[in-house]
């Protein structure tokens, strides 16, 4: 059984958590909307406390609960966290045999969905791969989380989640002005391991050296890409301008139909100038200028 689109999905969900919880931090507009509305209810619940019949009671007190779960779990930015943390020993109990099968597992997708993504990232053909590398990074969280504590943690792949990935991108935008450091998120969700300890001063050196990596580059990546942005400029502006209409029917063009006519075994149509052919070219053609689009995001 194919898993690689199950752990997708699974990817993009817990991406989709992890983008939901940024955002609610972020916003201290919600966050005081949200602490309003609370102190509202819990006045007007306490009025109505003495004149509402038993029924009404109870469902307001069913209310009042469930607005505490979703302040212990929504508004503190806790959903993809509750999602990690659930109970799976229901399900799977931890022995030593399914903790190898969980490595095996998840090791080999994560593995897979990593080599997908990151051979994309920084090249011609990066479109999604950067926003589907946090989806990875929650996988990799959840991963750490259902390894039983015998079993050690791939030491490839969490050098590539550490090290590897933020050279090449240190931050990835995820929706607006939210934005994911997947070092932070490798510091705060996964245990530290011991043969590389994630320290303070570890990581404010790795920041600063990303920071000066990117900074010392930052010049030749914009000239690299004004000129790939000139290049696709100049082939949009030849190849997607409109056909010229076609011209009255020349007397040679009717011989030369009568002879294709005459040999059916000849194409009248060269495979070059198929109708196929110029709708495929011009649709890499666009998906090239949505790609450098978003490489020109997310430099500036």
């Given at each position: 059984v194919d898993m690689v689109p199950l752990a997708q999905a699974l990817a993009t969900l817990l991406r989709s958590l992890i983008t939901m919880d940024a955002a609610i931090t972020s916003n201290s507009e919600l966050r005081r909307a949200w602490d309003m509305y609370r102190a509202l209810f819990k006045r007007h619940s306490q009025e109505q406390l003495l004149l509402e019949e038993p029924r009404e009671a109870k469902k307001r007190e069913t209310m009042g609960r469930m607005l505490v779960q979703l302040d212990f779990t929504l508004m503190a930015s806790r959903s993809f966290v509750m999602a990690i943390e659930q109970n799976f020993q229901s399900v799977m109990p931890v022995t030593e045999e399914s903790g190898v099968i969980v490595d095996e597992i998840f090791r080999s997708l994560l593995t897979t969905l990593y080599s997908r993504y990151s051979s994309k990232i920084n090249t011609e053909n990066e479109s999604t791969e950067r926003?589907?590398?946090?989806?990875?990074?929650?996988?990799?969280?959840?991963?750490?989380?259902?390894?039983?504590?015998?079993?050690?943690?791939?030491?490839?792949?969490?050098?590539?989640?550490?090290?590897?990935?933020?050279?090449?991108?240190?931050?990835?935008?995820?929706?607006?002005?939210?934005?994911?450091?997947?070092?932070?998120?490798?510091?705060?969700?996964?245990?530290?391991?011991?043969h590389t300890p994630h320290t303070v001063q570890s990581r404010l050196y790795e920041a600063a050296a990303l920071v000066k990596k990117w900074d010392t580059s930052f010049d030749t990546r914009v000239s690299k890409l004004q000129t790939e942005v000139r290049h696709w400029l100049a082939l949009a502006d030849s190849d997607l301008s409109p056909s010229p209409?076609?011209?009255?029917?020349?007397?040679?063009?009717?011989?030369?139909?009568?002879?294709?006519?005459?040999?059916?075994?000849?194409?009248?149509?060269?495979?070059?100038?198929?109708?196929?052919?110029?709708?495929?070219?011009?649709?890499?053609?666009?998906?090239?200028?949505?790609?450098?689009?978003?490489?020109?995001?997310?430099?500036?």
């Open positions: 926003l589907d590398m946090v989806g990875v990074y929650g996988m990799y969280a959840l991963y750490r989380r259902l390894l039983p504590s015998h079993v050690e943690p791939h030491a490839k792949l969490h050098k590539s989640l550490w090290t590897v990935l933020p050279n090449m991108c240190p931050v990835i935008s995820l929706a607006g002005s939210l934005a994911f450091i997947p070092t932070d998120f490798i510091a705060t969700y996964c245990a530290p391991n011991t209409p076609t011209s009255a029917t020349h007397p040679s063009d009717v011989t030369t139909r009568d002879q294709q006519q005459q040999d059916p075994t000849e194409s009248s149509i060269s495979e070059e100038d198929h109708p196929i052919s110029n709708v495929e070219d011009k649709a890499t053609l666009i998906l090239r200028g949505l790609t450098l689009a978003n490489c020109c995001s997310i430099t500036l």
